[in-house]
């Protein structure tokens, strides 16, 4: 996590915009505010910002439309609010790429926790160049530094931080069977409230980017009462 990290707040309730403000730079971050889509967007372009808090029900243009958006030109780490508690939401935005989300009301300080967590994800290791390798399977390469994937064209393919760690915790284990709960503790670890459907969802999103045919994928199986298992062996580089 930076020193001060940057954070953009999208939300069209002045109160909650009042409060997470001020508890912020209480904490040591930078923060800005936006009331819909085009100012988020504005705002993006004009200055770099560590993680976008995105309030699902927004007048005009809602949260799941910006976070779909934004996830195709950005890896930016999105956490969404939503006044809704139904696993329904949450799935859904998984599938659109967000990182974490948060019901309302919520304590402004498991919003703190939760934007430090997707930060450390997000962030780049400061460690030798060896320490850092680049892993390639199949066609793909996985750039741990730098977070990226790319393909053999070196095309570079958006993941969000959530698709980025699951897709490493394949690379790292390759050619062996993870259950789901073994995935999430390699990912997420104790800082995320699991739910069963969370794993399936972003492997999901990953099948559409990685897969040929996602239906039938070749590359990361499903092992029936088991879990996933990424079928290519990995090179280091």
């Known amino acids: 996590m930076t020193p001060m990290p940057h ?11 009042s409060l997470l403000t001020q508890f912020l730079q209480n904490h040591s971050c930078t923060v800005a505010v936006a009331r819909k889509g085009e100012e988020m967007f504005s705002l993006l372009g004009q200055q770099p910002v560590d993680v976008v808090i995105l309030d699902v029900m927004l007048q005009g243009e809602n949260g799941f439309d910006l976070c779909r958006q934004l996830r195709a030109k950005s890896s930016i780490p999105v956490i969404m609010l939503t006044a ?16 974490d989300y948060l ?15 997707v930060l450390r ?14 892993l390639s399977f199949g066609r793909w390469r996985l750039d741990i530094a730098r977070r990226e994937l790319r393909s053999e064209d070196n095309t ?3 993941l969000s931080g959530g698709e980025f760690d699951l897709l490493l915790a394949f690379a790292e284990h390759p050619q062996r069977v993870l259950t789901r709960d073994m995935l999430l503790d390699l990912t997420r670890g104790e800082t995320y409230a699991a739910f069963d459907r969370s794993i399936d969802v972003q492997i999901s999103r990953l099948r559409r980017k990685l897969e040929a045919d996602p239906k039938n994928p070749d590359l990361i199986r499903t092992v029936r009462n088991g879990g ?10």
């Open 7 to 17: 954070v953009l707040i999208v939300d069209d309730d002045e109160d909650i915009l």
């Open 84 to 99: 809704m508690s139904e696993h329904t939401d949450r799935v859904v935005g998984l599938e659109i790429g967000a990182d």
């Open 103 to 117: 019901t309302k009301p919520f304590n402004a300080r498991e919003l703190l926790a939760r934007i430090k967590a």
């Open 121 to 134: 994800r997000a962030e780049v290791p400061h460690q030798p160049k060896e320490a850092r390798p680049k």
């Open 156 to 158: 570079l393919v958006f």
């Open 228 to 237: 996933y298992i990424l079928m290519a062996p990995v090179l280091r580089t």
